[in-house]
Every structure is written in C-alpha cells, then in structure tokens.
C-alpha cells in the first residue's frame, strides 16, 4: 500500500523532501497542521448538516453561520486527535505491507489480525511517542524511493525499507526530542527586564 508505490524519478526529491520535514521537524509540522486538517473537516460536516439535513428548513443565515462556525471550529478542536489516529494507521499500513511479504498470501488473515493488535497498540502511545511516529511515516516515506532499487527480492525490499524507515525514526524522534527539550528549556528561562 504504501511500500508499494511506484515513484516517477521527477517527484523522488520531493518525496525525499516530505519525508526528511517528517523526520526532522514532525511533531511541529502535524501541530500545525492538525487544527486545519479538523476544521475543514468540520467544514465539509457542517456542509452537509446545514445543505443536506436542514435544507428543507427556513433557518436564517446568521444562525447557519453561526452552527457553522462552531462545528469548523469543533472540528479544528478535535484535529489533533485526528491526526495522532491517521499517524498510528498509517504506521499500522506499513506494518501490514512488511508483514504481507513476509508472511506471504497464505497467512492473510494473520496479517489482518496482527494489524489490527498493532493499530490497538499504536493508537495507546500515539500522544506519547508522536515525535517517533512522525519519524516513522516520514522514514517509510523516505523508503518508498527504494523502489527503484533493481532488486527482485521482494522481500529483500521490503526489509531494506523496514530497516530504512526504523533508522529515521529513531534518528528523527531523538532530534525532534531534542528540539522540544530546547524549546521547553529555552522557555522556562528567565528573563531579566529592567523595571
């Protein structure tokens, strides 16, 4: 699914690009972006409240605005939540992948199963470990240039991906832990201002 993706050689620096930002810079970057990704989810909600459930109603326009406004506003809200659980599914997509090679199409079921223990596990130490997970996505991100790789050994693939994308995390989650260790230091200094 995702180990799997036939890159063209054009967009290879871009991805390259994608990952590095997630390895290094992850944690910030879904901060930032986790309040926009839940409100215009909120939004297309809101949408289909107001256009599709409520249309045959005559509510005025600045009550729609406002129950508009509070469900983007929700939705931005629970963005965060929203993204921790993409991370650990997408981390549990990558699994899957490795494991579906390794194990092989007889054992099917067994992937599916183990996917679903693991996402259990991911999800409960996503808020934790979020500057790892990031790491990861953006390892396996990394890893899926590898495709390019002239290798016939899919399996082969598959591990050099898998090693590839545990080395970013865990060069990524110790440099964003060192970032965020900076900043909550650099934070609590005091700071002397003439009176």
Same mark, same amino acid.
């Not at 309040?35 to 989810?41: P, R």
């Given at each position: 699914?995702?180990l799997?993706v036939?890159?063209?050689?054009?967009?290879?620096?871009?991805?390259?690009?994608?990952?590095?930002?997630?390895?290094? $810079?992850? *944690?910030?970057?879904?901060?930032?972006?986790?309040? #926009?990704?839940? !409100?215009?989810a909120?939004?297309?909600?809101?949408?289909?409240?107001?256009?599709g459930?409520?249309?045959?109603?005559?509510?005025?326009?600045?009550?729609?605005?406002?129950v508009?406004?509070?469900?983007?506003?929700?939705?931005?809200?629970?963005?965060?939540? #929203?993204?921790? /659980?993409?991370?650990a599914?997408?981390? /549990?997509?990558? $699994?899957?992948?490795?494991?579906?090679?390794?194990l092989?199409?007889?054992? +099917? $079921? &067994? /992937? $599916?199963?183990?996917g679903?223990? +693991?996402? !259990?596990?991911?999800?409960?130490?996503?808020?934790?470990?979020?500057? &790892?997970?990031?790491?990861?996505?953006?390892?396996?991100?990394?890893?899926?240039?590898?495709?390019?790789?002239?290798?016939?050994?899919?399996?082969?693939?598959?591990?050099?991906?898998l &090693? /590839?994308?545990?080395?970013?995390?865990?060069?990524?989650?110790?440099?964003?832990?060192?970032?965020? *260790?900076?900043?909550?230091? *650099?934070?609590?200094? &005091?700071?002397?201002?003439?009176?």
């Amino acid at each position: 699914m995702i180990l799997n993706v036939e890159l063209p050689p054009e967009v290879v620096p871009l991805v390259i690009l994608i990952g590095l930002i997630l390895v290094i $810079i992850g *944690r910030e970057t879904l901060e930032v972006l986790s309040f #926009a990704i839940g !409100a215009m989810a909120g939004g297309i909600i809101a949408y289909m409240i107001l256009n599709g459930l409520l249309m045959s109603f005559s509510i005025p326009l600045w009550i729609k605005l406002l129950v508009a406004a509070l469900i983007i506003f929700g939705g931005g809200m629970l963005g965060r939540g #929203a993204m921790a /659980t993409m991370l650990a599914v997408a981390t /549990t997509i990558v $699994i899957i992948d490795v494991l579906k090679v390794l194990l092989g199409p007889d054992l +099917l $079921i &067994v /992937t $599916i199963l183990a996917g679903i223990f +693991l996402f !259990a596990i991911f999800v409960a130490f996503i808020q934790k470990f979020v500057h &790892v997970f990031s790491a990861f996505i953006g390892g396996a991100i990394i890893a899926t240039t590898l495709n390019m790789l002239p290798l016939d050994d899919l399996v082969m693939l598959r591990i050099i991906q898998l &090693v /590839t994308a545990l080395v970013m995390a865990a060069i990524g989650g110790y440099i964003q832990y060192r970032i965020k *260790r900076w900043k909550d230091t *650099r934070g609590e200094q &005091v700071v002397w201002v003439p009176s």
